[in-house]
């Protein structure tokens, strides 16, 4: 029986550690911050022989607030994704997602957006958009580039 490629897995099949730090600062109408965030994998090894890599990220960011209602928004981000640790015997397709040195690598990102911020009837929900662009990757082997990407979410606070 062949078993789904490394990414097709539900979870890293470790126990993990997800340690992280945000800071965050704003005046009148500038807003600013920055962020560590981690996955570290406290195991050598899963129960099929091999470790996803740990990743590491870095973002900051930076807004302005044009009016009470609309503030923009642009932000850096660098991520490491370690290779893969190990194999499982079981993943031995002939596909490159079955090589565990296809995967990992090092990627930073930029992103631009903006937040609506209705006032009286819809107080407390946000629109929030943000375009992102690729600006640099190191693939670990041949796999699929990170492309560009738009993001749009609605939240709402009570």
């Known amino acids: 029986t062949l078993r789904l490629p490394y990414a097709m897995q539900l979870g890293s099949g470790t126990y993990d550690a997800l340690p992280g730090l945000t800071y965050t600062g704003h005046n009148d109408v500038w807003s600013w911050g920055a962020q560590y965030a ?11 022989n091999y470790s996803l890599g740990d990743k590491h990220k870095i973002s900051s960011w930076g807004g302005y607030q044009f009016t009470p209602w609309l503030r923009g928004t642009a932000r850096v981000t660098a991520e490491h994704v370690g290779k893969i640790d190990g194999a499982d015997a079981l993943i031995a397709a002939p ?17 631009i957006g903006f937040n609506l911020v209705p006032q009286k009837q819809l107080a407390g929900a946000q629109i929030a958009c943000e375009f ?12 699929m580039k990170r492309d560009y990407g738009f993001t749009i979410g609605l939240q709402y606070s009570f």
């Open 95 to 111: 596909l490159t997602t079955a090589d565990p040195n296809n995967y990992g690598g090092d990627f930073v990102e930029a992103g």
């Open 38 to 48: 981690a996955t570290i994998r406290l195991e050598s090894e899963n129960d099929q």
């Open 132 to 143: 992102t662009a690729p600006l640099y990757q190191d693939l670990n082997g041949p796999q």
